[in-house]
């Protein structure tokens, strides 16, 4: 199997980025008779990010009307209003979604192997037939413009700091900036016609991965590769990354909200991503300081455990998705550039300048000290256990093998992963986080419903917190309480900025 022909080399920050260009429709094949399922997955390079200027949303749009709007009568298989699909998909036990990222959109069915002939016949309609419904057309604009009146700058405060967090890391006008549903006024620019050409110049077949797991009959892959022949032979395309702005000194955004708690992020571009020789102890190092959802994380005993501040702190070597719907990171999210960053839950707002500060305190102990010979022993025996468990289900385990034709990387990821770990040494870990965390260019973001208030406490000395009546600490919280409340961010004031939440949408 071919796993990279051509790769485009992207200027960034002073680095070239390699960035995997698809030929022509490649195939992931893994058999797995006992169970009797079968997994398809249809994995185009294409996503948010090559939303045209002043058309954003239109990737997430185009998506879900191939799932929700549709499907046109194709090589003697009927025609399919969306209450046709639902009921194909009741009757079958399946499943068929459209997963919307940055860099990659895919189609995900799932059926029982005795009735996969039929979803992998949807499927197919679904990328080449698309009925383009007005109907559905206006009923999905309509749900995408009250996503982002509401839900994105009102009701999901977490999600709100991460999309504030890749704004101010990446720039207003860079493509990862907007959310899949794109921007307010860029929805009344996409019309019927913008949808067929977006469809048409992307949904190639250079930009395409096919892949089958579970139980495969050949017969049925044979159809699925001679009827995905019809997709448009184009050049691959893929997606202008732009360098972020350069990064010197501290930026503090406040992102002001109707907020009952106050939220913070921190983060730095990278130019590592998993296919780089110091992702495994990146990977280990930023686990060790706050895996995700998990006490294995410093972030979590230290914020959590040891003072209740809130119900999580993180950190993460590259990009998660939705972290505060899922325990495990999602497949096919890649993306050219990934970004070391933390994420605190909302906290108590008398307590979110504490959290901030002892957040960044921590990171500065990260990147010159490193972390501690147990918190490495501990993390690194950890992830051995863990890595392999992330690929357990059939979808996921295609996942990762799509992903890897992203980053090119040969063999199997989880699997060389997890050996990289076990070689890992104490020291070397220390010496890529030095390597590649600088405090002191940072990018950070609160989520506060009083910005002014929060600015005044960031800058001056009443930073302490504020713990619940009845509870008690020892004296050594206490004491490090105190120098954690005196540790000033070196930031300027001119740097720090307040935003609306509604001006992100």
């Known amino acids: 199997m071919r796993t990279m022909l051509t790769a485009t080399l992207i200027l960034w920050g002073g680095l070239l980025v390699s960035r995997p260009v698809l030929a022509a429709p490649r ?16 994995t185009f390079q294409v996503g948010t990010a090559d939303d045209p200027k002043g058309k ?5 749009l185009t998506a879900r009307l191939m799932r929700e709007g549709g499907v046109k009568a194709w090589k003697g298989m009927p025609a399919l209003t969306r209450a046709d699909i639902q009921e194909l998909l009741s009757l079958t036990g399946g499943s068929a979604e459209f997963q919307v990222e940055k860099q990659q959109i895919t189609l995900k069915v799932m059926a029982p192997a ?46 709100l700091g991460k999309v504030a967090l890749d704004y101010v890391m990446y720039g207003a006008d860079h493509p990862y900036s907007h959310v899949e549903d794109g921007k307010l006024a860029s929805l009344k620019a996409i019309d019927k016609a913008a949808i067929e050409k977006f469809h048409k110049e992307k949904f190639t077949a250079d930009n395409l991965v096919v892949g089958m797991a579970g139980v495969i009959d050949p017969k049925l892959k044979t159809w699925i590769e001679k009827s995905l022949a019809a997709l448009p ?63 294995v994380g410093r972030l979590m005993r230290v914020v959590r455990e040891v003072r209740g501040l809130n119900y999580g702190t993180y950190a993460y070597a590259e990009d998660f998705p939705n972290g505060g719907r899922l325990l495990s990171p999602p ?40 972390i501690t010979a147990t918190e490495f022993e501990l993390t690194k025996s950890h992830l051995m256990g863990y890595v392999p468990e992330l690929a357990l289900s059939l979808d996921r385990q295609l996942g990762f093998a799509i992903d890897s034709l992203f980053y090119g990387i040969r063999g199997d990821y989880l699997k060389e992963l997890t050996a990289s770990i076990s070689k890992l040494k104490h020291a070397e870990v220390n010496a890529i986080l030095k390597k590649h965390l600088k405090p002191e260019n ?52 001119t740097r720090i900025r307040t935003l609306d939440a509604e001006a992100l949408f």
């Open 27 to 42: 195939w992931i094949l893994q058999k797995q008779a006992k169970l009797p399922l079968t997994a398809i997955q249809l």
């Open 56 to 60: 954003e949303g239109l990737a997430y």
């Open 114 to 159: 005795t009735e996969a002939d039929k979803l992998a016949k949807l499927a197919v309609q679904m990328v080449l037939a698309p009925a383009w419904d007005d109907t559905q057309r206006t009923r999905l604009t309509g749900e995408m413009e009250e996503a982002l009146k509401r839900q994105w700058p009102r009701e999901d405060q977490e999600e």
């Open 233 to 295: 032979k184009a050049k691959a395309t893929s997606s202008v990354m732009f360098t972020p702005p350069p990064v010197a000194g501290l930026d503090l955004w406040i992102v002001k909200g109707e907020f009952e708690g106050t939220g913070v992020h921190l983060g730095l571009p990278l130019s590592v991503n998993r296919a780089d020789a110091d992702f495994p102890a990146l990977y280990l190092g930023a686990n060790s300081f706050g895996k995700h959802r998990s006490f």
């Open 331 to 370: 497949t096919q999210a890649a993306r050219s550039i990934q970004a070391f960053t933390m994420w605190g839950r909302p906290t108590r707002p008398e307590n979110g300048c504490f959290l901030l500060r002892q957040m960044y305190r921590e990171l500065a102990s990260l990147a010159k000290d490193g």
């Open 442 to 493: 940072f990018r950070i973001v609160v989520t506060a419903s009083d910005p002014e208030k929060f600015r005044k406490q960031i800058l001056g000395t009443d930073c302490g917190i504020s713990y619940a009546e009845g509870i008690t600490k020892g004296e050594e919280v206490l004491k490090e309480d105190k120098l954690i409340s005196e540790t000033k961010l070196p930031i300027e004031p």
